[in-house]
C-alpha cells in the first residue's frame, strides 16, 4: 500500500498539467519524496505545547470528518514537492523580490496543485475502502495569531518531521533530503501503515547553524532582515513582507491573484536542494 501511495502522489504532481512553466520549460516542481507516519504518534500530542493548542492532532482532524469515535488509528501521508531547477535559478538571481516564476509557482501551489493532489490521492484511496481527510482543506484550517507570529491548525512542516522528511532551519523553513527549495503537504487516512524513521537527532539537525554554529546563509538572503544569528526567525516581519499588501500589488502587476510570496532564504543557500548535514557526517567519519 505504501508504494502504491507513492507512485500515486508521484504521479498526481509530475503529471498535472498544470505543473508546467512555459518561461522556464520545465516544471515547477520535481518528483515529491513520501513518507508515512503513525496517526497517534506522540509528538502530535505534543504540538499543543510546542505549537499552541490550537494545532489538531491526527485523531481531531479525522473525527472533525467522520465524527467522534471514528477514530481507530491512522496514518498521516506527507510529502516534499522540490522545486525544479529552473525554478531555483530564477529565484537565485533575485534580490529584493521573488521572480515572477516564483510568484507563479507560488499561487499555482497554494490555491491549485497542492488541493487536487489531496483531493485526488483521497479519492484514490477511498477506491481501497479508505478513509481520509485532507486538514489544509478543512473548514477548520485557520491561520492564528501567536505570541511568536502566525501559526496555524495543522502544520505541514511538523507532519512532514513526524514522518521523517527533515527537520527546521534557522529561518524555520524545512530542510529534507531535497532541500529547503520545497513545498509539504499532508494528508490524513484510516488505513495503519507501518512508520518510516526520524533518523535526524533532533529538530534542527539538518541546519548547518545549528550544527555548527556556523553558516547563516539564509540571513543574508533576507531582503528585510527577517533572520538573525541571536533571534532566529521573526515571523512578523517575514509574513507582512511576503503576504502583505504590498506583496499582493506585486502579484497583481504580474497577473497573478496575489500574494507573491518570497522564500529568496531558500535558495543560493547549501541547504538549497540538499540536506547539508551528511557533508558533516562524512568530514567526520574516521
Request: hydrophobic share 35%; charged share 20%; aromatic share 10%.
Amino acid at each position: 500500500m505504501k508504494e502504491l501511495i507513492r507512485e500515486a502522489v508521484q504521479r498526481l504532481i509530475v503529471e498535472n498539467k498544470g505543473n508546467w512553466s512555459d518561461s522556464l520549460s520545465e516544471r515547477y516542481f520535481d518528483e515529491p519524496l513520501v513518507n508515512f507516519a503513525s496517526g497517534d504518534d506522540p509528538l502530535f500530542e505534543d504540538f499543543k505545547q510546542i505549537i499552541g493548542p490550537w494545532h489538531r492532532t491526527p485523531r481531531e482532524a479525522f473525527e472533525a470528518a467522520y465524527g467522534e469515535g471514528s477514530w481507530r488509528g491512522g496514518t498521516v501521508i506527507s510529502w516534499v514537492m522540490p522545486w525544479s531547477k529552473g525554478l531555483r535559478d530564477s529565484n537565485r538571481i533575485c534580490k529584493e523580490r521573488p521572480s515572477l516564476e516564483w510568484t507563479q509557482a507560488y499561487f499555482l501551489s497554494s490555491k491549485m496543485l497542492q488541493k487536487q493532489v489531496r483531493t485526488s490521492l483521497l479519492a484514490e484511496l477511498a477506491e481501497y475502502g479508505h478513509r481520509g481527510v485532507a486538514p489544509a482543506d478543512a473548514d477548520w484550517f485557520s491561520i492564528v495569531d501567536s505570541p511568536s507570529g502566525k501559526s496555524s491548525t495543522w502544520s505541514e512542516r511538523h507532519a512532514g518531521y513526524v514522518a521523517g522528511l527533515g527537520t527546521f532551519g534557522l529561518n524555520d523553513a524545512f530542510i529534507s533530503e531535497k532541500g529547503m527549495a520545497v513545498v509539504l503537504n499532508s494528508v490524513v487516512i484510516d488505513a495503519v501503515l507501518p512508520s518510516d524513521s526520524r533518523a535526524a537527532a533532533s529538530h534542527q539537525a539538518n541546519c548547518l547553524f545549528y550544527a555548527t554554529g556556523g553558516c547563516g546563509a539564509c540571513i543574508a538572503r533576507c531582503p528585510v532582515n527577517a533572520i538573525s544569528r541571536s533571534t532566529g526567525h521573526d515571523k512578523n516581519i517575514c509574513m507582512m513582507f511576503g503576504y502583505g499588501p504590498e506583496s499582493n500589488q506585486l502579484a497583481a502587476e504580474r497577473g497573478v491573484q496575489g500574494p507573491a510570496g518570497c522564500a529568496l532564504c531558500q535558495v543560493g543557500v547549501p541547504c538549497e536542494s540538499r540536506n547539508p548535514s551528511h557533508s558533516l557526517k562524512q568530514h567526520t567519519t574516521p
